[in-house]
């Protein structure tokens, strides 16, 4: 079985919601690493790439169909190419490098791109179809969190809790108090800013430049988190 490595990587800045990356789309932001990967390894023939997988959770709007598909080819793969979109939710674009090593494990591949994509602030809201002729039921589903369109049996079966609801279910089925929380995600944000002062992200993050209708473009060109807080302000 052969060893499968990661020969580059290269990431966008994450971004708050409805920050600095809010007016890129899905597809467009999903390009930006892999044009970069290109860029910066040029003695590689991309055409003997085998495959590019990408992860993607919400596939409601501009990401829609085939976001692995879309972006390589906004990046300049050829398209000769294949491409797919993988989802598992939170551990989407995990589980495209995943696969990705055990294609090459396997003897499957050689050389593959995989990451992964997302855009919240640009989720789209969707409304299902009419269950019936002239029907009024319709309803608006906001796909930014959560499940829509949701099926009642599995909903009876085992509930149909968001995120945040998920992590009250498991501090209360695993005692975690609210202090020790507090406590986590203060130093969490603290040793993230600590890192990033220091300069620990810059060579694996590159800058989104974003054209403006008047004036100068806008460059999104570090995370847009750690939040800058106290233990008084969580608690």
């Known amino acids: 079985m052969k060893n499968a490595y ?16 809010a007016p890129v789309r899905t597809d467009d932001l999903g390009a930006l690493p892999i044009k970069a990967l290109i860029e910066r390894n040029p003695s590689v023939n991309w055409e003997k ?32 190419v294949p491409a797919t979109t993988v989802n598992r939710l939170c551990g989407s674009s995990l ?21 992964g994509v997302e855009s919240m602030s640009r989720a789209p809201f969707v409304m299902g179809k009419s269950e019936s002729a002239y029907g009024r039921a319709q309803k608006l589903e906001d796909t930014t969190m959560g499940w829509r369109f949701i099926n009642p049996k599995l909903k009876e079966m085992y509930g149909v809790e968001t995120m945040p609801q998920t992590a009250e279910n498991v501090a209360e089925q695993f005692n975690i108090n609210r202090a020790d929380q507090d406590q986590f995600a203060l130093t969490s944000q603290q040793r993230t800013a600590a890192a990033q002062e220091k300069g620990f992200f810059d060579k694996e993050i590159i800058a989104v430049t974003i054209p403006q209708r008047k004036g100068d473009a806008i460059v999104v060109a570090k995370d847009e988190h750690p939040r800058a807080t106290t233990i008084e302000a969580l608690t």
């Open 95 to 115: 589980d495209a490098v995943a696969m990705a090593a055990r294609a090459i494990k396997a003897g499957e591949a050689d050389l593959i791109i995989a990451g």
């Open 6 to 21: 990661i020969i580059d990587a290269i990431r966008t800045p994450f971004g708050r919601y409805a920050g600095g990356l």
């Open 49 to 80: 790439v085998d495959d590019v997988i990408y992860g993607c959770a919400n596939q409601a709007g501009e990401d829609n169909r085939n976001v692995g598909r879309m972006s390589a080819l906004l990046a300049g793969v050829p398209y000769q």
